[in-house]
DNA sequence: GCAGACTCATAGATCAGACG
DNA sequence: CGTCTGATCTATGAGTCTGC
């Protein structure tokens, strides 16, 4: 840590030295962990000499005491650069995580209170406990979190270009191959090194793993990698591509975010590349007591795999956006291109499970940007009633309907087939073929971010019903008829509706009962008036 | 080192269906 | 029609990690 004043600040607080001993001891193994409790002293530090500007406190302890619980979310307030005027927090997350430090911090000073038989400390931390659960969240925490959503709704979503990441790809190759070498003529720490932050970065590019999890992968995990290439009745059920694949590639499992087993795939050329750097680990200066596989020679750390990735991307020519590419962004790069993909659900899960999500995160954070399935799928619909043709679209997907953004909206007399289309009802899947127009559309919005993904490539035959299409007979079926409220609407169907929900800022069951179609319609009756003009058989619940 | 993002767990809110 | 119950959704808290 270093020795600013808040160093000194904490140093000179036996309450929060001993919170923090409490935390080593609970992760004393843990390098990465060490980090993350700096961290937190140092949030804690950083209010006490807030809140000494403030109030005569000498330490920590006097603040957790309800009668300073003001005092306190002023020092909070001014540490997290709060303005009275704007109402505005300048780093809302750091008020936030201040606040879960000092609830953590007054059950400490209760546990301790406890053992010592304190009975007006456990009464003062209790006290302090039971404000911050019923208080903190109006007079900081709400506000500091709506204000992080807010900054989230309009920033911009950058991809990785599919071209950035092959042309990383080939220049991780090209030096892989050149330290390669470099180390089997001269087994020094600085080749061994290099080698390793090749490495390193080609394993989380190509396997889209987290950073952290890559590089904390230990060197008993690679040793006792399963290389058996029988796997018997398996076998039967993979094509002939699969199979070679799996002779192809080596997998094994590491450490993942909070401690869930994560694979990782490891290519011939990787191999070698591990071998090599395993084989001369004491050679080169690794230490016999750090288990990390990419372990810092004459060191207990590991390589940190995000700086890796930053320094070759920062060193490869020709990458036309590369802010983006960050471990992050490259999983949800293959995330998104896996809804362009189009993948069935087990499919889906699986890929999931690989990128170690459970799947309601996947499809939370991972799924393509809001933004983007609001521009290429939504406007659709909302274009093809602003052209009076909604009924022209009666059974079909999202992905189905091809709207002329540049067709004259028709605001003249009504045609029976749309009112008719209207009324009806559409259960039958369309045998249309499959149309990559949406996909494409995705492409060119704003980002492009799916470049190098023609659409041959990713055209798979579509079943009939299948789940993923978010069908607008389905909204139909939902919203057109006054039996919409007895009408059992299936909990997949309901999940389809959620881009559209969003994008109206609707809550689902609203437009479950119609009532989104009730005012709806009356929208339309000014927007296309050919579109309900005469529509008698439209009644709405 | 720090701010913010990601992730998971859980409490609370809402809804649908069963039942009297 | 009101109440109960279980299922599902949403908001929030908290821990962990990444990117700059």
């Given at each position: ?53 403030i109030?005569h ?48 911090l ?6 301790e ?17 039971q404000?911050y ?6 007079d ?9 959503n ?8 950058l ?101 869930r087993k ?83 659900t ?41 052209q009076?043709?909604?009924?022209d ?5 999202l ?81 057109s ?18 881009g ?42």
């Open positions: 840590m270093i020795q600013d004043k808040i160093a000194v600040a904490i140093k000179g607080d036996n309450c929060i030295l001993n919170y923090g001993f409490r935390l080593f001891k609970k992760n004393e193994k843990i390098v990465s962990q060490h980090q993350y409790i700096r961290q937190k002293l140092r949030e804690l530090g950083r209010l006490l000499l807030e809140a000494k500007k109030t406190v000498k330490t920590i302890q006097e603040l957790i005491k309800p009668e300073q619980y003001s005092q306190v979310v002023r020092a909070a307030k001014n540490l997290s650069g709060f303005s009275e005027e704007t109402g505005i927090y300048q780093c809302p997350s750091l008020a936030r995580k201040v606040g879960h430090s000092l609830h953590s007054a059950m400490f000073i209760k546990s209170g406890l053992k010592k038989k304190d009975k007006e400390t456990i009464k003062d931390a209790e006290e302090f406990a404000l659960l019923e208080s903190w969240r109006f900081i925490a709400g506000q500091a979190l709506t204000q992080l807010r900054a989230k709704w309009n920033a911009p979503q991809l990785p270009l599919t071209q950035d990441i092959q042309r990383l790809h080939c220049y991780l190759e090209e030096k892989l191959q050149q330290h390669l070498k470099d180390l089997k003529e001269h087994r020094s720490s600085t080749n061994w090194k290099e080698l390793a932050k090749v490495t390193l970065t080609q394993v989380m590019l190509f396997n889209r793993r987290r950073a952290g999890e890559v590089s904390r992968m230990r060197l008993s995990a690679y040793l006792s990698k399963d290389t058996s290439e029988e796997q018997g009745d398996v076998n039967l059920a993979l094509t002939a591509l699969e199979q070679k694949l799996c002779r192809h590639f080596v997998r094994i499992a590491i450490v993942g975010k909070r401690g994560v694979p990782v795939l490891l290519t011939p050329s990787m191999r070698e590349s591990l071998d090599a750097l395993t084989e001369s680990r004491e050679e080169c200066g690794v230490l016999k007591d750090n288990g990390y596989l990419f372990a810092l020679p004459q060191s207990d750390h590991y390589l940190r795999a995000c700086d890796c990735l930053r320094q070759f991307v920062s060193e490869c020519a020709d990458i036309k956006n590369p802010q983006a590419l960050t471990s992050i962004q490259l999983r949800k790069h293959i995330a998104t291109l896996s809804t362009v993909l189009n993948l069935k087990t499919e889906l899960d699986q890929l999931a499970d690989f990128l170690g999500h459970n799947i309601a995160v996947h499809r939370k954070h991972y799924r393509l940007p809001e933004s983007t399935l609001q521009l290429a799928k939504v406007s659709k619909v909302l274009l093809a009633m602003e009076g043709r909604l009924g679209y009666k059974g079909k997907s992905d189905e309907i091809q709207v002329d953004v540049n067709e004259t909206i028709d605001m003249e007399g009504p045609l029976a087939e749309d009112i008719e289309d209207v009324s009806m009802l559409g259960e039958d899947g369309s045998d249309d073929e499959v149309s990559m127009s949406s996909t494409q559309e995705c492409t060119s919005t704003s980002q492009s971010q799916n470049q190098g993904v023609s659409a041959t490539d990713v055209s798979m035959p579509r079943e009939e019903g299948s789940e993923d299409e978010v069908s607008m007979s389905s909204l139909q079926e939902c919203s008829t006054s039996q919409v409220q007895n009408r059992s609407v299936s909990a997949k169907k309901r999940g389809k509706l959620w559209l929900h969003s994008l109206l800022g609707q809550s689902c069951s609203f437009i479950f009962k119609g009532f989104y179609f009730a005012s709806l319609t009356q929208h339309l009756k000014y927007v296309c008036p050919s579109l309900l003009s005469g529509a008698t058989s439209l009644t709405v619940a």
